[in-house]
């Protein structure tokens, strides 16, 4: 879609003034669509998703018609389904509106003190942005009055939808005079929302924007195949050498969300997290901190997230693969804004999960790359880089004078200077919060497994209903060691429990599993020896059907 400059619009010059300062080079497609039509008076549905620039592209006609009549009251009302959305609209308008003096907004939305908001609507305002629920309270209270309304706006229609305020609309728009223009935005079309635009607009032009070319086209894209049990540390390796902050992390459920977060920051990353659990309060102070810097790593859903702007953003990591096509472009589409080129990291566990992601990249027709996870090797190297880089910033930039000769000090007491850099060093490296290094261990889990332990592949055959082995002891074997659990036919257990639990949590190929023996009371089975280290540490970290599973290695003592 062609996009054109903003002075092709014939905008007044304030706007224009307005538009500089805050830096727009040209309208983005859904702007460049819909400006002219909503100039022109036309009542328009737009479809576009989030972070397109919808907030200006119905506000700057909805300006350019208040410069134009020079009326008093309430002339522009625009419904936004959350009190971030509305306050986020009230505040690109006010940026918009800064070179006109007697125009004002007020976002008015629930959960702030209202008295504050009468004060603010009885000292004159033009614009008012706001959520359903507070605007009908206002209006009961007559302290807004929607008799001068001439544009309405339905901003993010259809979550106002899903959010329940259909009946809320109805009634906000029983007081708004039918002579008016309306304005609905949506991400998405519904038959409900057709429906809505059916009662309140009159011949509307529909604007939709193709959703893909927007995002992915910029933005490039990796894919990681990793047991579940290892996403965390994966994360951690890919945020340590690439860096990315400010970065936003989604998974698809509220547990999720608060797991990871608490398992982040325990590894000493400042993260935060966002879902719609948390109260209003809480939500508004993580994106407060988030957007001043002050965090790291935003981990939240897709709902929390939806229509929240945020831009430059480092990368996106999809920590679980989104559960609609759709919300993958929504997620990584926040990554690399405004010519900005961005990251987008997804994770994905187990053949039905690739399947999902192949759907995804035929969808948004993109490439995305396998990546492989950092080693421990590269991930200590990008922070020993690191901290080279600010030894030599100190040591040029900073009078260290005073600290030499605390070394110095040091130094005749016997400790070479090697032993005191090399102990602050580690408590420099550690002070951070990053406990733990990086795990050798852990890359051998990283690493294309399924290569390493192919060897014995296609020799093997199972049952493929419960996983036995009809492979016997010999030759092949040597290479493998027995692994005791301490769950068996008592506790339900049976061959497909065991394969299932090593494979979803280690990565381990099933088909690497050796003979599985189940007694009453433990089982055993074998695995090559290289992975003995691995399976033993994640089941004892996991359940298999709900109960501690004791993994160690198997002697004949047992
Ligand atoms: P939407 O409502 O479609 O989700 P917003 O109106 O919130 O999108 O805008 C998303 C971001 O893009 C905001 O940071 C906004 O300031 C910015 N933006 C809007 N118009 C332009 C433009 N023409 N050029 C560059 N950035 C823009
Ligand atoms: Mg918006």
Redesign the pocket.
């Known amino acids: 879609m062609q996009t054109i400059p ?1 002075s092709e619009f014939g905008l007044s010059a304030p706007v224009m003034q307005a ?1 500089d300062d ?7 497609p ?2 460049t669509a819909a400006i002219p039509l909503l100039m022109s008076g036309r009542d328009v549905i737009g479809q ?10 119905f506000a700057i006609p909805a300006i350019e018609r208040l410069l134009a009549d020079c009326e008093k009251g309430v002339q522009v009302l625009i419904l936004c389904p959350t009190r971030e ?1 509305a306050i ?2 009230c505040e ?1 308008i006010r ?1 918009l509106t800064r070179h006109i003096d007697w125009i004002h907004t007020a976002a008015v939305y629930g959960g702030q003190d209202i008295e504050r908001q009468i004060r603010l609507l009885r000292s004159g305002v033009q614009i008012v942005v706001g959520t359903p629920g507070r605007i009908m309270d206002h209006m009961r209270r007559h302290t807004l009055r929607l008799g001068d309304v001439k544009i309405a706006i339905l ?2 229609a259809d979550e106002m939808l899903s959010m329940g305020f259909r009946d809320d609309i109805d009634t906000i728009f029983t007081d708004i005079p039918q002579e008016r223009q309306t304005v609905l ?1 949506s ?1 998405t079309m519904s038959s409900e929302i057709m429906e809505i635009t059916k009662l309140y607009q009159t011949n509307p032009e529909i604007i939709r924007v193709v959703r893909k070319e927007l995002t992915v086209s910029e933005i490039e894209q990796y894919y990681y195949n990793i047991p579940h049990s290892h996403k965390i540390e994966a994360l951690s390796r890919l945020m340590d050498v690439y860096h990315p902050e400010p970065a936003m992390i989604f998974c698809n459920t509220k547990k999720q969300v608060d797991e990871l977060v608490s398992a982040m920051q325990q590894r000493g990353y400042v993260a935060e997290g966002l879902h719609g659990d948390m109260k209003q309060q809480a939500r508004d102070h993580v994106m407060n901190t988030f957007r001043g810097g002050k965090v790291d790593f935003l981990i939240a859903t897709d709902v929390a997230a939806r ?1 929240i ?1 945020i ?1 430059g953003i480092g990368a996106v990591f999809n920590y679980d693969i989104p559960q609609d096509v759709e919300y993958y472009v929504h997620r990584i589409g926040r990554t690399g ?2 010519g900005k080129s961005g990251l987008a990291f997804t994770f994905v566990t187990g053949s039905r999960e690739m399947a999902e992601l192949r759907c995804i990249m035929k969808y948004t027709r993109s490439e995305i790359t396998k990546g492989t996870i950092p080693t421990s090797e590269q991930v200590m190297e990008c922070r020993r880089l690191r901290f080279a880089k600010k030894v030599c910033a100190s040591v040029e930039n900073e009078d260290l004078s005073e600290y030499m000769r605390m070394v110095e000090q040091l130094a005749d007491e016997g400790i070479s200077a090697i032993e005191i850099a090399a102990a602050l060093l580690k408590a420099e490296m550690t002070s951070d919060g990053r406990t733990s290094m990086p795990s050798e261990a852990d890359d051998f889990a990283f690493a294309g497994h399924e290569h390493r332990f192919g060897r014995n592949a296609g020799s093997e055959r199972r049952d493929s209903r419960d996983g036995r082995r009809n492979r016997r002891s010999g030759d092949r074997d040597k290479n493998m060691v027995k692994i005791y659990i301490g769950l068996g036919s008592s506790a339900g257990i049976k061959p497909g429990h065991i394969v299932g639990a090593v494979a979803n949590e280690t990565g381990l190929p099933g088909r690497s599993i050796g003979r599985i023996e189940i007694s009453d009371r433990y089982s055993t089975f074998d695995v090559p020896q290289e992975a003995a280290e691995l399976v033993i540490n994640t089941l004892n970290k996991t359940r298999i059907m709900g109960r501690r599973v004791s993994a160690r290695l198997f002697t004949e003592q047992f």
């Open positions: 903003f538009i805050i830096g727009y080079e040209e309208a983005t859904i702007q576009s998703q989030t972070g397109t620039g919808k907030t200006a592209a959305l986020q609209a690109e940026k901003d993010e935005f991400a229509g702007d831009s804004r405004a």
